[in-house]
C-alpha cells in the first residue's frame, strides 16, 4: 500500500469516526454510538439449561427464553451510567461514550458477543501475530453477569487484552490473574460471600445445615467454599448437600427431575437442621419453591446466595413467607439518583429502526418485554434500592476514569486519539475515585473491596423488601449488625442445631461423623474439662488440686493439719504445759532434795536422766502443731520415742538395781564388781538408747523423713498434711522396744513386790506399761482404720499421757511424800522399813 493510500485509508476511518454519531443518532436500548464504545453484556434472558446448543448452526435466539427481570434492570445502569457521563461534561469533556450491549442470555450466547466485541467495525477478526497495534470495535467491556460467562468471554479477550469489568461474578477463579490478566470486578469474591454467610450463621449459633445446590459451576463451586470452610473450622456441620435438578427450558420438570426434587424434599422434611443454604441460579429455584408451598414446609431459615438474595420475581411469591425466614448476602445498598426514573423511561422516538446503515450481523439485542416487565415490578424494584445496580454504575465510571487518565483530559477537553485496549487496562488498575461517596479502587486481585449486607426479605407495602440486617466488610472480614430479624418465630431465634451445646464442663461424646453432633457426659470430680484444649476428655486436676464435678478449673486443696485453736489442740496443749510445769518443779524438789533417801531411792542421779527428757518431751509438744515440716517430722518420729525410751530404760536398771543387787553382790561378785566399776546403769541406759536410736534411724532411713500431703478418702477437697506415711510400722517396731522393756522392767518390779513400798513401783510400772501398751495398740488400730488430722491429735494425745504417767505415776508420789511427810524422808525411817521387811522375810 502506497503513502497515499494510507493516508486515504486514515482520512476515510476519520471520518467514520466523527461521522459516527450522526449516522447512529437512533434510539435503541442496545447501542449507543460514541467516541469510544463499550462493550455491555447482560443476562435478559436465561436459559438455564445446561445443554448448549450445538446441534445447529446459529446463534441461540435469547427472547425464547425466560425473562431475567433483573438483567433488564442492570443493562438500564449501564446505559444510564454511560448517559450520565456524557451529560456532565467534566469527566470526558468533548468525547462521547457510546455502548454496544449483547444479551447473552446466562449462559447461551457468549462466545458470539465476544467475537463481535473483537471484530472491527467492518465484522472483520484478522489473523495477526501481534495484536498490540489492534483496535477492536469496543474498548472495554462490561459483565457479564455469571463467572461461567466471565471465564468464556475473557478467554478471548485476554488474548487482545481488552479491559473486562465483571460487576457479578463472583468465582474465586477469577482471582488468578495469570488467566486472567484482563479481568477486573466491582463485587467481593465468592470467598468473602461464604465467609459472611457463616459468620451470619455463627451469630445465630445455627451449626446445623443443608446446602442446595444448582447442578453447574455456580452451585458446585460455592458449595465447595462453603464445605471447605466449616471443614476447616469444624464450627458448622452439614447434614445432608443435594443438587438441584435443573429444569429444561420449557420450565415444566420431567417425571425423573419431579421424582428427585421429591427425595430433597423429603430428606428436607425429614432432618433437624432449620437452616437452609441455597447456591443457585434464581430460575432454577422457581420450580423448587413451587414444591415447597405445596408441602406447606414451615419454621425453616432460608439463606440466598447473591445470584438470588434480591430477586424480585421470587419475591413475588408472597406465599414463601409461610415457610420461614428469608436471609440472602448481597452487594450493600448505594442509592442512584435518578436511576428510579431512568429504568422504566421509554426510549424516546419509538422502536429502534430495525435496519441501520452499518448494522452488523449480531443478534440478541432485543427485549421487547422487558421494559414492560421491568415496570410491573417498578414497586419493588424502587423500594429496594440499588445493589447490583451500583455495580455496574461503578464499573462503566471505573472505565471512564481510566479513559479519562489516558486521553489526559483537563476539565475543558480530552485529547481525542486513537487508543490500544491494552493501554486502557493499565489504567484501569489504577484508578482510584470517589463516586457517590465511595472510595472506589482496584485491589492486587483486581477486586473492588466493597461492603456485602446481609438482606431479611419483607413483604408488605410501602417497605424495603431487601431489608439489611448486617453489613459484611471485606477488608476487616468482619459482620455489624445493623438491624433485627422478625423471625418466623417471634421473638425468638430459630434454632438449627444437631445436638444442644453441652453444658459447662460437660465433655463432648461424638455421634456419627459429625463434630456437631454429640452427646454430653459430666467430668467426674477430680477432673475438669479445658474446652480450648480438648472438648471430648476430661482432664485430670493436678495432685495438689481438686475439682467438684463439671468443674472447668481445679482448686487448690485444703491443706490439714493441727491447729492451735481447735478444742483438742488446746486440750493436749494444758495436758502438756502441765506436765511441763509440774516435771520443772519435780526437777526442782529433786535437786533441793537431791540427799535425802527417798530422792536416792528413786535412783538418785539416775532420776536427773529421766526428768530432763522429759521436761524436753513436754517442751517439745508444739511440733505436732501447724504444718509439718522436716524438722517437725524428725522431732515427732525421733524424739519422743527417744525421751520415752530413756525413760523406760532408767526406771527398769533401776527396778534390777533394786530387787537384784545385793542378790548378783552375793553369788555373782566378780560380775558385781563389773557392774559397780563400769557404771553399769548407765552403760544399760546408754546401749538401750543407742538401740533404740538405731531402730528409729533405721525407720528414718526405710521411709521418708519429708512431710507428705495424702487425700482424705473421706474428703478428697482436703489433703491432710503428715509426716512419712510408713508410720504405722514405725510405731510399732518402736513400741515392741519399749515393750520388751517395760516386760523387763515389770518382771524386777513384780520380783520385788515384798520391798517395802519406798522401793515397790511394780504397781506403777504396771500401770504405767500396760497404759503404754495399749495406747499403742489402739492407736495402730485406729491408724488403720482412720486417716487424717485425727490420727495427729491421737498420736500427740497418747504421747503426752504417756509422759504425764511417767512424770506424775512415778515421780508424784515421791515429790508428794518429800513434800507432806518429810519425817518419812530420813534415814532412820528408811531403815525401820527395811529392818521390817527383814523380820516378815525372816
Ligand atoms: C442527560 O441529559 C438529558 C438532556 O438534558 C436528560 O434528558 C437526561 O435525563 C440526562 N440523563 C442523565 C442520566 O442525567
Ligand atoms: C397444605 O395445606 C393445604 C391447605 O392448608 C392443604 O390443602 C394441602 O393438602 C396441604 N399439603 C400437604 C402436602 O400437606
Ligand atoms: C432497511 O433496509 C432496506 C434494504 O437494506 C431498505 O430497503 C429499507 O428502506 C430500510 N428501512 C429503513 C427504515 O431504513
Ligand atoms: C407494554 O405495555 C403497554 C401498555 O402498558 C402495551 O401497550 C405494550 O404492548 C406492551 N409491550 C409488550 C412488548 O408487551
Ligand atoms: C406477583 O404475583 C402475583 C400473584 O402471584 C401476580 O398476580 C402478579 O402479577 C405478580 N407480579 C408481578 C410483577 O409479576
Ligand atoms: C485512593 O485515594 C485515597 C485518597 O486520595 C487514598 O487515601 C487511598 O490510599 C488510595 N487508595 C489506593 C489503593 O491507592
Ligand atoms: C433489636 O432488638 C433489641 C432488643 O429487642 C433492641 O434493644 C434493639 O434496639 C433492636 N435494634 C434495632 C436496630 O432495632
Ligand atoms: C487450656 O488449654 C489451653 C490451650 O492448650 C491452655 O493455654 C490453657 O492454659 C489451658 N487452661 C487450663 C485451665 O488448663
Same mark, same amino acid.
Given at each position: 500500500m502506497g503513502t497515499q493510500a494510507r493516508t486515504l485509508c486514515l482520512l476515510l476511518f476519520l471520518l467514520q469516526i466523527f461521522t459516527k454519531p450522526a449516522e447512529l443518532a437512533e434510539n435503541s436500548d442496545f447501542h449507543l454510538a460514541g467516541n469510544y464504545l463499550l462493550g455491555g453484556l447482560f443476562s435478559?434472558?436465561? @436459559?438455564?439449561?445446561?445443554?448448549?446448543? !450445538?446441534?445447529? !448452526?446459529q446463534v441461540p435466539k435469547c427472547n425464547e427464553f425466560d425473562m431475567k427481570v433483573l438483567g433488564y434492570n442492570l443493562m438500564q445502569a449501564m446505559r444510564f451510567a454511560v448517559e450520565e457521563i456524557n451529560n456532565h461534561s467534566? /469527566?470526558?469533556?468533548g468525547v462521547r461514550l457510546g455502548y454496544e450491549i449483547v444479551d447473552v442470555c446466562y449462559l447461551s450466547n457468549n462466545v458470539q458477543p465476544g467475537l463481535y466485541f473483537l471484530a472491527? +467495525?467492518? %465484522?472483520f477478526l484478522p489473523i495477526l501475530?501481534?495484536?498490540?497495534?489492534y483496535v477492536p470495535q469496543v474498548v472495554a467491556v462490561i459483565g457479564p453477569d455469571n463467572s461461567e460467562s466471565t471465564i468464556t468471554v475473557s478467554n478471548f479477550l485476554s488474548l487482545f487484552l481488552v479491559p473486562q469489568v465483571t460487576?457479578?461474578?463472583?468465582? %474465586?477463579?477469577?482471582?488468578n490473574k495469570l488467566r486472567f490478566p484482563a479481568m477486573l470486578r466491582t463485587v467481593p469474591s465468592a470467598t468473602h460471600h461464604i465467609e459472611a454467610m457463616v459468620q451470619l450463621m455463627l451469630h445465630f449459633r445455627w451449626n446445623w445445615i443443608v446446602v442446595l445446590v444448582s447442578n453447574d459451576d455456580y452451585g458446585r463451586e460455592n458449595s465447595q467454599l462453603l464445605s471447605q470452610r466449616v471443614i476447616n473450622t469444624r464450627d458448622i456441620c452439614i447434614a445432608f448437600q443435594e443438587v438441584l435438578p435443573m429444569p429444561e427450558a420449557s420450565q415444566v420438570l420431567t417425571p425423573a427431575e419431579r421424582q428427585h426434587l421429591n427425595t430433597i424434599l423429603d430428606k428436607l422434611w425429614g432432618t433437624s437442621a432449620r437452616v437452609v443454604v441455597v447456591f443457585s441460579p434464581? /430460575?432454577?429455584?422457581h420450580n423448587f419453591f413451587q414444591e415447597v408451598l405445596a408441602r406447606n414446609f414451615t419454621g425453616i431459615v432460608w439463606i440466598a446466595s447473591?445470584?438470588?438474595?434480591?430477586?424480585p420475581v421470587l419475591h413475588?411469591?408472597?406465599?414463601? $413467607?409461610h415457610t420461614g425466614t428469608f436471609l440472602g448476602i448481597t452487594i450493600q445498598q448505594m442509592s442512584i439518583p435518578g436511576f428510579s426514573d431512568f $429504568?422504566?423511561?421509554?426510549?424516546?422516538?419509538?422502536?429502534?429502526?430495525?435496519? $441501520?446503515? +452499518? /448494522? $452488523?450481523?449480531? *443478534? @440478541?439485542?432485543? *427485549? %421487547?418485554a422487558c421494559l414492560n416487565a421491568t415496570e410491573s415490578f417498578s414497586n419493588t424494584l424502587v423500594l429496594s434500592g440499588e445493589r447490583v445496580v451500583y455495580s455496574v454504575y461503578s464499573a462503566v465510571y471505573a472505565v471512564a476514569h481510566a479513559l479519562h487518565r489516558l486521553l489526559s483530559c483537563n476539565a475543558k477537553s480530552c485529547l481525542t486519539k486513537e487508543i490500544y485496549p491494552w493501554q486502557l487496562l493499565k489504567e484501569i488498575w489504577l484508578v482510584n475515585f470517589t463516586l457517590l461517596g465511595n472510595q472506589l479502587f482496584f485491589d492486587q486481585q483486581g477486586d473492588m473491596p466493597m461492603n456485602l449486607d446481609i438482606i431479611q426479605w419483607r413483604w408488605g407495602?410501602?417497605? @424495603?423488601?431487601?431489608?439489611?440486617?448486617a453489613s459484611y466488610s471485606p477488608t476487616q472480614k468482619r459482620l455489624t449488625y445493623i438491624n433485627n430479624v422478625s423471625w418466623h418465630t417471634p421473638n425468638k431465634i430459630p434454632v438449627s442445631m444437631c445436638s444442644k451445646s453441652c453444658q459447662s464442663g460437660q465433655i463432648k461424646k461424638p455421634v456419627? !461423623?459429625?463434630? *456437631?453432633c454429640f452427646e454430653c457426659f459430666d467430668c467426674p470430680p477430680g477432673t475438669f474439662l479445658n474446652r480450648s484444649a480438648d472438648e471430648f476428655n476430661c482432664q485430670f486436676c493436678p495432685s495438689s488440686m481438686w475439682s467438684h464435678k463439671n468443674a472447668i478449673t481445679c482448686f487448690k486443696r485444703q491443706l490439714s493439719f493441727l491447729q492451735w485453736y481447735e478444742a483438742p489442740t488446746i486440750v493436749v496443749a494444758m495436758l502438756a504445759a502441765l506436765g511441763f510445769f509440774s516435771t520443772l518443779s519435780m526437777l526442782f524438789i529433786f535437786w533441793k532434795h537431791f540427799q535425802t533417801p527417798m530422792v536416792r531411792s528413786a535412783g538418785g542421779p539416775m532420776c536427773f536422766l529421766m526428768l530432763v527428757p522429759l521436761l524436753l518431751a513436754f517442751g517439745m509438744?508444739?511440733?505436732?502443731?501447724g504444718p509439718p515440716t522436716v524438722f517437725t517430722c524428725f522431732c515427732r518420729q525421733a524424739l519422743f520415742t527417744l525421751c520415752f525410751s530413756i525413760c523406760l530404760s532408767c526406771i527398769t536398771v533401776r527396778s534390777f538395781q533394786i530387787v537384784c543387787v545385793f542378790k548378783m553382790a552375793s553369788r555373782l561378785p566378780r560380775a558385781y564388781g563389773f557392774w559397780m566399776r563400769y557404771h553399769g546403769p548407765y552403760v544399760f541406759v546408754a546401749f538401750s538408747t543407742a538401740i533404740k536410736a538405731m531402730l528409729v534411724v533405721a525407720n528414718m532411713l526405710t521411709s521418708t523423713i519429708n512431710p507428705m500431703g495424702r487425700i482424705d478418702p473421706e474428703d478428697p477437697n482436703i489433703i491432710i498434711l503428715s509426716c512419712h506415711p510408713n508410720y504405722r510400722n514405725g510405731l510399732l517396731l518402736n513400741t515392741s522396744m519399749d515393750m520388751l522393756l517395760s516386760v523387763v522392767g515389770f518382771s524386777f518390779a513384780y520380783m520385788g513386790k515384798e520391798l517395802p513400798t519406798n522401793y515397790n513401783e511394780a504397781k506403777f510400772i504396771t500401770l504405767s506399761m500396760t497404759f503404754s501398751f495399749t495406747s499403742s495398740i489402739s492407736l495402730c488400730t485406729f491408724m488403720s482404720v482412720h486417716d487424717g488430722v485425727l490420727v495427729t491429735i491421737m498420736d500427740l494425745l497418747v504421747t503426752v499421757l504417756n509422759f504425764l504417767s511417767v512424770s506424775l505415776g512415778y515421780f508424784g508420789p515421791k515429790c508428794y511424800m518429800i513434800l507432806f511427810y518429810p519425817e518419812r524422808n530420813t534415814p532412820a525411817y528408811f531403815n525401820s522399813m527395811i529392818q521390817g521387811y527383814t523380820m516378815r522375810k525372816s
Amino acid at each position: 500500500m502506497g503513502t497515499q493510500a494510507r493516508t486515504l485509508c486514515l482520512l476515510l476511518f476519520l471520518l467514520q469516526i466523527f461521522t459516527k454519531p450522526a449516522e447512529l443518532a437512533e434510539n435503541s436500548d442496545f447501542h449507543l454510538a460514541g467516541n469510544y464504545l463499550l462493550g455491555g453484556l447482560f443476562s435478559l434472558h436465561a @436459559n438455564v439449561k445446561n445443554v448448549a446448543h !450445538l446441534d445447529y !448452526l446459529q446463534v441461540p435466539k435469547c427472547n425464547e427464553f425466560d425473562m431475567k427481570v433483573l438483567g433488564y434492570n442492570l443493562m438500564q445502569a449501564m446505559r444510564f451510567a454511560v448517559e450520565e457521563i456524557n451529560n456532565h461534561s467534566s /469527566l470526558l469533556p468533548g468525547v462521547r461514550l457510546g455502548y454496544e450491549i449483547v444479551d447473552v442470555c446466562y449462559l447461551s450466547n457468549n462466545v458470539q458477543p465476544g467475537l463481535y466485541f473483537l471484530a472491527q +467495525n467492518d %465484522d472483520f477478526l484478522p489473523i495477526l501475530k501481534d495484536y498490540s497495534q489492534y483496535v477492536p470495535q469496543v474498548v472495554a467491556v462490561i459483565g457479564p453477569d455469571n463467572s461461567e460467562s466471565t471465564i468464556t468471554v475473557s478467554n478471548f479477550l485476554s488474548l487482545f487484552l481488552v479491559p473486562q469489568v465483571t460487576y457479578s461474578a463472583i468465582s %474465586d477463579k477469577l482471582r488468578n490473574k495469570l488467566r486472567f490478566p484482563a479481568m477486573l470486578r466491582t463485587v467481593p469474591s465468592a470467598t468473602h460471600h461464604i465467609e459472611a454467610m457463616v459468620q451470619l450463621m455463627l451469630h445465630f449459633r445455627w451449626n446445623w445445615i443443608v446446602v442446595l445446590v444448582s447442578n453447574d459451576d455456580y452451585g458446585r463451586e460455592n458449595s465447595q467454599l462453603l464445605s471447605q470452610r466449616v471443614i476447616n473450622t469444624r464450627d458448622i456441620c452439614i447434614a445432608f448437600q443435594e443438587v438441584l435438578p435443573m429444569p429444561e427450558a420449557s420450565q415444566v420438570l420431567t417425571p425423573a427431575e419431579r421424582q428427585h426434587l421429591n427425595t430433597i424434599l423429603d430428606k428436607l422434611w425429614g432432618t433437624s437442621a432449620r437452616v437452609v443454604v441455597v447456591f443457585s441460579p434464581e /430460575l432454577v429455584l422457581h420450580n423448587f419453591f413451587q414444591e415447597v408451598l405445596a408441602r406447606n414446609f414451615t419454621g425453616i431459615v432460608w439463606i440466598a446466595s447473591e445470584s438470588w438474595a434480591i430477586d424480585p420475581v421470587l419475591h413475588n411469591f408472597t406465599e414463601l $413467607r409461610h415457610t420461614g425466614t428469608f436471609l440472602g448476602i448481597t452487594i450493600q445498598q448505594m442509592s442512584i439518583p435518578g436511576f428510579s426514573d431512568f $429504568r422504566v423511561r421509554h426510549a424516546g422516538g419509538g422502536p429502534p429502526t430495525p435496519n $441501520r446503515t +452499518n /448494522l $452488523r450481523a449480531t *443478534c @440478541n439485542q432485543d *427485549c %421487547d418485554a422487558c421494559l414492560n416487565a421491568t415496570e410491573s415490578f417498578s414497586n419493588t424494584l424502587v423500594l429496594s434500592g440499588e445493589r447490583v445496580v451500583y455495580s455496574v454504575y461503578s464499573a462503566v465510571y471505573a472505565v471512564a476514569h481510566a479513559l479519562h487518565r489516558l486521553l489526559s483530559c483537563n476539565a475543558k477537553s480530552c485529547l481525542t486519539k486513537e487508543i490500544y485496549p491494552w493501554q486502557l487496562l493499565k489504567e484501569i488498575w489504577l484508578v482510584n475515585f470517589t463516586l457517590l461517596g465511595n472510595q472506589l479502587f482496584f485491589d492486587q486481585q483486581g477486586d473492588m473491596p466493597m461492603n456485602l449486607d446481609i438482606i431479611q426479605w419483607r413483604w408488605g407495602q410501602s417497605q @424495603n423488601p431487601f431489608q439489611s440486617i448486617a453489613s459484611y466488610s471485606p477488608t476487616q472480614k468482619r459482620l455489624t449488625y445493623i438491624n433485627n430479624v422478625s423471625w418466623h418465630t417471634p421473638n425468638k431465634i430459630p434454632v438449627s442445631m444437631c445436638s444442644k451445646s453441652c453444658q459447662s464442663g460437660q465433655i463432648k461424646k461424638p455421634v456419627g !461423623l459429625h463434630p *456437631c453432633c454429640f452427646e454430653c457426659f459430666d467430668c467426674p470430680p477430680g477432673t475438669f474439662l479445658n474446652r480450648s484444649a480438648d472438648e471430648f476428655n476430661c482432664q485430670f486436676c493436678p495432685s495438689s488440686m481438686w475439682s467438684h464435678k463439671n468443674a472447668i478449673t481445679c482448686f487448690k486443696r485444703q491443706l490439714s493439719f493441727l491447729q492451735w485453736y481447735e478444742a483438742p489442740t488446746i486440750v493436749v496443749a494444758m495436758l502438756a504445759a502441765l506436765g511441763f510445769f509440774s516435771t520443772l518443779s519435780m526437777l526442782f524438789i529433786f535437786w533441793k532434795h537431791f540427799q535425802t533417801p527417798m530422792v536416792r531411792s528413786a535412783g538418785g542421779p539416775m532420776c536427773f536422766l529421766m526428768l530432763v527428757p522429759l521436761l524436753l518431751a513436754f517442751g517439745m509438744v508444739p511440733v505436732y502443731v501447724g504444718p509439718p515440716t522436716v524438722f517437725t517430722c524428725f522431732c515427732r518420729q525421733a524424739l519422743f520415742t527417744l525421751c520415752f525410751s530413756i525413760c523406760l530404760s532408767c526406771i527398769t536398771v533401776r527396778s534390777f538395781q533394786i530387787v537384784c543387787v545385793f542378790k548378783m553382790a552375793s553369788r555373782l561378785p566378780r560380775a558385781y564388781g563389773f557392774w559397780m566399776r563400769y557404771h553399769g546403769p548407765y552403760v544399760f541406759v546408754a546401749f538401750s538408747t543407742a538401740i533404740k536410736a538405731m531402730l528409729v534411724v533405721a525407720n528414718m532411713l526405710t521411709s521418708t523423713i519429708n512431710p507428705m500431703g495424702r487425700i482424705d478418702p473421706e474428703d478428697p477437697n482436703i489433703i491432710i498434711l503428715s509426716c512419712h506415711p510408713n508410720y504405722r510400722n514405725g510405731l510399732l517396731l518402736n513400741t515392741s522396744m519399749d515393750m520388751l522393756l517395760s516386760v523387763v522392767g515389770f518382771s524386777f518390779a513384780y520380783m520385788g513386790k515384798e520391798l517395802p513400798t519406798n522401793y515397790n513401783e511394780a504397781k506403777f510400772i504396771t500401770l504405767s506399761m500396760t497404759f503404754s501398751f495399749t495406747s499403742s495398740i489402739s492407736l495402730c488400730t485406729f491408724m488403720s482404720v482412720h486417716d487424717g488430722v485425727l490420727v495427729t491429735i491421737m498420736d500427740l494425745l497418747v504421747t503426752v499421757l504417756n509422759f504425764l504417767s511417767v512424770s506424775l505415776g512415778y515421780f508424784g508420789p515421791k515429790c508428794y511424800m518429800i513434800l507432806f511427810y518429810p519425817e518419812r524422808n530420813t534415814p532412820a525411817y528408811f531403815n525401820s522399813m527395811i529392818q521390817g521387811y527383814t523380820m516378815r522375810k525372816s
